[in-house]
């Protein structure tokens, strides 16, 4: 069992920055790949970004290449995700989880989520 809890999310203008963090505690936190997932009003929910257990290797969605940054400290079992350069269509709430195995290939546990809203 893992337990994820978000934090850092809140409201921003347009170009601004945020960081999330995800607080993961339990049994062999170190073999799961983890992610970001956000989902907008009205709309699914999508994986934004993923991170090995090593975090030698991450991934992102074409909407945030460039922009967000996940990386993760080990030590801390602690999951970033750096925002910037933020859009009014990055508004969602942005849920970690967490996959087991050195890659990504479903969720097997999850945060609660944290809202970020970005005004123009």
């Known amino acids: 069992q893992v337990q994820l809890v978000e934090s850092g999310g809140g409201s921003v203008q347009a170009g601004g920055s945020l960081r999330l963090s995800c607080a993961a505690s339990?049994?062999?936190?170190?073999?799961?790949?983890m992610g970001w997932f956000r989902q907008a009003p009205g709309k699914e929910r999508d994986l934004i970004a993923t991170?090995?257990?090593?975090?030698?290797?991450?991934d992102y969605a074409d909407s945030v290449k460039g922009r967000f940054t996940i990386s993760r400290d080990s030590a801390k079992n602690t999951v970033y995700l750096q925002m910037d350069s933020l859009k009014p269509e990055d508004t969602a709430v942005y849920y970690c989880?967490?996959?087991?195995?050195?890659?990504?290939?479903?969720?097997?546990?999850w945060g609660q989520g944290t809202q970020v809203t970005v005004s123009s």
């Open positions: 989880a967490a996959s087991w195995g050195s890659r990504w290939i479903r969720p097997d546990y």
């Open positions: 339990g049994r062999a936190v170190s073999m799961y790949t």
């Open positions: 991170v090995t257990w090593n975090g030698g290797s991450a």
